[in-house]
Nanobody, 122 residues
Framework: QVQLAESGGGLVQAGDSQGLSCAAS????????MGWFRQGTGKEREFVAA????????YYADSVKGRFTISRDNAKNTVSLQMNMLKPEDTAVYYC???????????????WGQGTQVTVSS
């Protein structure tokens, strides 16, 4: 069973960039599709980005397409989310997630991190 730990959240201004990292332990992420989700205050958790096991394929929510980039380093057991041109509406707790055995998916993840807060001020 893989454990996930996010880092890199914080307070930034609109238009700034911020990078998030997700470190996995207890298993090798090369066997997992990986994704990022977020949940704003009073909102449901929503899909942000996903990456295939090899890293060759990625999917993005329309709201972040062209601004966010997901990547993975299977050798280091890490997944990253680079967020550029941040907007106040990007404010949320960001979660890293893993799905065993799937090549890539935007839903039905099995394992979740605790989340990291990203706050974008206007």
């Amino acid at each position: 069973q893989v454990q996930l730990a996010e880092s890199g959240g914080g307070l930034v201004q609109a238009g700034d960039s911020q990078g998030l990292s997700c470190a996995a332990s207890g298993g090798t992420i090369s066997s997992y599709a990986m994704g990022w989700f977020r949940q704003g205050t009073g909102k449901e958790r929503e899909f942000v980005a996903a990456i295939s096991r090899s890293g060759a394929r990625t999917y993005y929510a329309d709201s972040v397409k062209g601004r966010f980039t997901i990547s993975r380093d299977n050798a280091k057991n890490t997944v990253s989310l680079q967020m550029n041109m941040l907007k106040p509406e990007d404010t949320a707790v960001y979660y890293c997630a893993a799905k065993w055995g799937m090549e890539i998916t935007t839903a039905s993840y099995d394992y979740w991190g605790q989340g990291t807060q990203v706050t974008v001020s206007s």
